[in-house]
């Protein structure tokens, strides 16, 4: 049986509907120091910038899936928080690039806790297979064709 694109194309929107809504309920307890809550893309970041040891502000839009425009108001935001700092590459002056500061290190850890900790009740009722088997779909999904 072969799927109309607009048919797939509701598929997909409905994954990732599905997704964020999973996401933003095991982020929902996250709040940590920093408020009444952080949301999900900022930690996102934190997590990038740290993994990628410095990435620039359009790189970062790249991997989050926004517009630059929309960065700057993200790191302008971690920045304040003393979350992020940026600086000049070495190796090219031209390029800033961002970095996690020891606080933000911190602080993304003690998120990164409170998330998983959120998460587990998400997978309640889960078998093992059905939890491997969705582990698998994930690695599928997060591997490039």
């Known amino acids: 049986m072969t799927v109309s694109a607009n048919d797939r ?6 994954t ?3 997704m964020r809504g999973a996401f933003g309920r095991a982020m929902a307890g996250t709040g ?14 934190l997590h990038f910038i740290m993994h990628d040891r410095g990435v620039t502000q359009t790189e970062l839009a790249n991997l989050l899936g926004v517009s ?10 971690l920045e304040a928080e003393h979350l992020v700092k940026r ?3 070495r190796k ?3 390029r800033v690039l ?18 998983n900790a959120a998460a587990i009740p998400l997978f309640d009722g ?17 591997t490039p064709p």
């Open 98 to 115: 961002l970095r996690v500061t020891l606080l933000g290190h911190h602080f993304h850890h003690q998120l990164h806790r409170q998330f």
């Open 126 to 142: 889960w078998t093992e297979g059905e939890i491997t088997t969705f582990q698998n779909l994930l690695r599928k999904l997060a």
């Open 87 to 89: 600086t000049r590459d």
């Open 16 to 18: 990732l509907s599905l």
């Open 32 to 45: 940590g120091t920093r408020g009444e809550g952080f949301p999900i893309l900022q930690h996102f970041a």
């Open 68 to 77: 630059p425009g929309y960065v700057t108001t993200l790191v302008d935001r």
């Open 9 to 14: 194309e509701a598929q997909v929107e409905e």
């Open 92 to 94: 090219d002056r031209r």
